[in-house]
């Protein structure tokens, strides 16, 4: 268990919810802009994909019994806090599931931040060194004491994303659509399994 020096009350009051995160990504998305101050082309049609990606989890996700055992059993009040950004292709894939599984059980406030706009917060989170998203922050809500993170991605298919980007010989471009490959046929079980796990691995 470790204290965050970054995630304080006042961050916590300015972050979304999972309604307001999805708005304001649509919102800005009409106005040609992104989450960040990168409104290039290439991050529009990302922050596009990804608005239709995660509507089509919002509507078509299901959460398996032994996932929800695990969430329903938590009795103390937790916030899940989420570092994330709009143009991120993980995030889309993953938070509509984090979403739901949030919403099993009234002790789980569900929070998401913007990473770019909280930069100290990030960097108490890094993935081997890196600002990789999203990631799930669970806080305890009476002290914020940080219980466990999880992310950025199933590490089922982490490792091997990792391993092709850094082959200087392997297309960046194929490697993100073979993961949201694999996100489309595995059709959330793995984020269920692993995010189960880690539920578990916090009592």
């Not at 799930?136 to 002290?143: D, F, G, P, T």
Request: overall charge negative; charged content about 30%.
């Amino acid at each position: 268990m470790m204290k965050s020096l970054a995630i304080t009350n006042e961050v916590l009051s300015k972050a979304f919810n999972y309604e307001s995160y999805t708005k304001l990504i649509e919102d800005l998305f009409f106005e040609n802009r992104t989450t960040n101050d990168d409104n290039s082309e290439s991050q529009l049609n990302y922050t596009k994909l990804n608005i239709q990606r995660a509507s089509r989890w919002e509507k078509r996700a299901k959460l398996n019994e032994n996932l929800k055992e695990v969430v329903n059993k938590i009795n103390n009040d937790q916030i899940w806090l989420v570092i994330t950004e709009g143009w991120c292709g993980d995030a889309a894939q993953i938070l509509p599931f984090i979403n739901k599984i949030s919403e099993l059980n009234e002790k789980i406030e569900l929070k998401l931040v913007l990473r770019d706009q909280h930069p100290e917060v990030m960097d108490e989170f890094l993935t081997d060194g890196s600002r990789s998203i999203p990631k799930v922050v669970v806080l305890n809500i009476e002290n914020l004491d940080v219980l466990g993170s999880w992310g950025p991605r199933p590490k089922a298919v982490h490792e091997d994303y990792v391993k092709k980007r850094r082959d200087p010989d392997y297309d960046n471009k194929k490697a993100a659509e073979e993961l949201h490959l694999w996100y489309a046929r595995d059709k959330g079980k793995t984020i269920q399994a692993e995010f189960k796990e880690f539920l578990e691995s916090l009592n």
